[in-house]
């Protein structure tokens, strides 16, 4: 990296060392002329073979963020490393080893998905002419449109045009996959295609870095989060972490509610709120069978138990001060 010689502190939240790392900042920010700061002091750490979801609302500086990290954009200040080698120093020897889609390529309608990334690859002076071949085979592979190779690019629904778009980033053996907001205008089947194909692609060993403005899709793929609000980095660390400081709740529903409260209070459980039909109370370090059980024989009607959490979104509400949009 460029200050090379600072060693910045560890990233908040993130206990693992840059030798574990695929990507880490230190102190990177990006001011644009006129003075607005886009990425403000970002101490970036995403652990190798991580599913790395980079969230935050819109404008919060995610794409300003990914064009420094691949080399597209030069940091006012601070630096960052891409699977070892500082940026943008080290591009060359980094590039190869990562696939990117930032700016969905552009492919030709009239042409079939091969041709298409056929055309792609020729436009990469680091990518061999000679086995082309084979590489768009496997890449075509990777992301099931082997089948429809051959197909034209105007026929392939939203999710294959997006898995095509994520083949164009496989064209070569990749260590880390860079996907800047990759179910953006996908509908629901397509955005279940490339959730499932990027859970496909982390389970063979690569590292994938995604931006989202939608919570529920990082939720359900991501081992790792970093969430931005206004540039700054609020939170990062493994998914399990973030939501450990949380306490699981009990949550009993009955027509008699202040019995059920009292059995609760009586297994010493904290925080007992008591609703019109319903109570609950944080379960500690309680079996929730043994709850459910003291309901049953204090002889309190139980219509429904539950165990909750608070869903990430929740916990990002406060983190962000905003809500992030959830059904895209
Ligand atoms: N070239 C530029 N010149 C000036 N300001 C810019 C430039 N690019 C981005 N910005 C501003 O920087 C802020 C961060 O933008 P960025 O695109 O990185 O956010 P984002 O989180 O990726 O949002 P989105 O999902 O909407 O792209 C925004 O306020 C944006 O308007």
Known sequence: ????????????????MPGDCSIVSRGLTKRFRGG???VDDLHLAVPRGSVFGFLGPNGSGKTTTIRMLLGL???????C?????????????????VGALVEGPAFYPYLSGEANLRRYDAADPT???RTVTGRVGVALDRVGLGAAAGKRYRAYSLGMRQRLAIAAALLGPRELLVLDEPTNGLDPQGTREVRSLIKDIAADGTTVFVSSHLLTEV?????HVGVMRTGRLVAQGPIAELRGGHAPRVRVESPHPGQAADVLRGLGLA?????EQEVTAELGGLEPERVCAELVRDGVAVRGFAVTRPSLEELFVGLTGEGFDVDG
């Open 73 to 79: 954009m030069n940091p006012t200040s601070g630096g």
């Open 219 to 223: 939720e359900q793929m991501c081992t």
């Open 81 to 97: 490393e891409v699977l070892g080698q500082a940026m943008p120093a080290g591009l060359a020897a980094a590039l190869p080893k």
């Open 36 to 38: 607005q700061v886009a």
């Open 271 to 275: 925080d007992v709120r008591t609703g």
């Open 1 to 16: 990296m460029g200050e090379g010689a600072h060693e910045a502190a560890p990233p908040q939240g993130a206990p693992h």
């Open 127 to 129: 990518a061999d002419p």
